[in-house]
């Protein structure tokens, strides 16, 4: 089993939105909080981050499940493994084809 882990810390004063691809999921980070992104895949691969003006978008790898804590209490799970994507692009390169084709 792969394990790749990275945070994220809001420096701002107000809430930062975090999008988790490719599920889909939408979570709060508040100011001066860290969130620990863990995922763990029986492939190798990396969790990618991606920041815009107040978003940050963590995507997963294929056959990852990711969790998310922050001061030690997981706030989000999920046991659903990120499926395969075509050979040669990433997770992150091929939601972005699916949903952000002007990005």
Request: charged share 25%; glycine share 8%; net charge negative.
């Amino acid at each position: 089993m792969f394990e790749k882990t990275t945070n994220l810390t809001n420096a701002s004063s107000t809430d930062q939105i975090v999008w988790i691809e490719p599920w889909c999921e939408e979570i709060k980070l508040p100011p001066g909080k860290t969130f620990e992104f863990k995922g763990r895949g029986i492939e190798d691969g990396a969790l990618e981050i991606e920041e815009r003006d107040g978003l940050v978008i963590v995507y997963g790898w294929p056959t990852c499940f990711m969790s998310v804590t922050c001061d030690r209490k997981t706030i989000w799970e999920i046991d659903l493994a990120v499926p395969s994507v075509p050979s040669g692009t990433t997770v992150k390169g091929f939601v972005k084809g699916l949903f952000h084709s002007n990005d």
